[in-house]
């Protein structure tokens, strides 16, 4: 059945340091890709989306291209604030239904 | 526009005990989803419904477990009789349609501890 796999955190940076957090999927046919985020005691909320191969999805700074040829949906982030830090979600909507399957989630702290 | 709302925030329970979790999806949307976050297993997603209609409740635990849209703007979570293994963050989130593409709202969460 069709999954994401997303790196495990904790993620540790300083702040305006470079981010990537990877990201990749198996899934039938063209599913639509997203990136959620949650921050301390909230819900996830979207954080941007591709719905096609080599789409960019990008919000606040962040960045993601959908690669079909390695199925994968990297986040980016050239300089990062202590206002990222919150756990990031990668997920996949699939041709068949509505749902959304997520990934595990990975938790970012940005050091001052 | 008010987004979803999930109620109560909060919730501490004894074994035993039933539990109902509320949430009222935004207006205008066609799908409801409920879902559960704890540290050892993530997020799951429990059941989901279109229009009002459930679809997949495979991600139910058991028959402890049980959920209801009786119309487009309210659904329940019940839990009778409750355990502490249950005790995690119940997320309510909503959908304009069923396109695949389309993004889910989700609800502030209610924090369940059964004791």
């Known amino acids: 059945g069709d999954s994401v796999t997303q790196m495990e955190g904790p993620v540790t940076l300083s702040e305006e340091a470079f981010l990537t957090i990877n990201c990749t999927y198996t899934?039938?046919?063209?599913?639509?890709l997203f990136w959620y985020v949650q921050y301390p005691g909230e819900g996830l909320q979207l954080l941007l989306k591709a719905t096609k191969a080599d789409d960019k999805g990008s919000n606040k700074g962040f960045e993601a291209t959908y690669r079909k040829e390695t199925t994968s949906f990297h986040l980016e982030k050239g300089s990062v604030q202590v206002s990222d830090s919150a756990v990031y979600f990668c997920a996949l909507s699939g041709n068949r239904d509505d749902k959304i399957i997520f990934g595990k989630g990975t938790r970012l702290h940005i050091l001052p | 526009d008010a987004g979803v709302i999930q109620s109560p925030r909060h919730e501490v329970t004894e074994m035993g005990q039933e539990v109902t979790l509320r949430c009222k999806p935004i207006s205008g949307h066609n799908s409801l989803f409920w879902y559960r976050q704890t540290m050892m297993r993530g997020l799951e997603l429990l059941i989901y419904?279109?229009?009002?209609?459930?679809?997949?409740d495979s991600g139910m635990p058991e028959d402890r477990f049980s959920a209801k849209m009786p119309n487009a703007s309210f659904s329940t979570l019940k839990i009778q009789p409750s355990e502490p293994r249950d005790s995690a963050v119940y997320f309510c989130a909503s959908s304009p349609s069923t396109l695949a593409q389309e993004t889910q709202y989700f609800g502030p969460g209610t924090r369940l501890l059964v004791l």
């Open positions: 899934a039938t046919g063209y599913p639509s």
């Open positions: 419904f279109n229009n009002n209609v459930p679809i997949d």
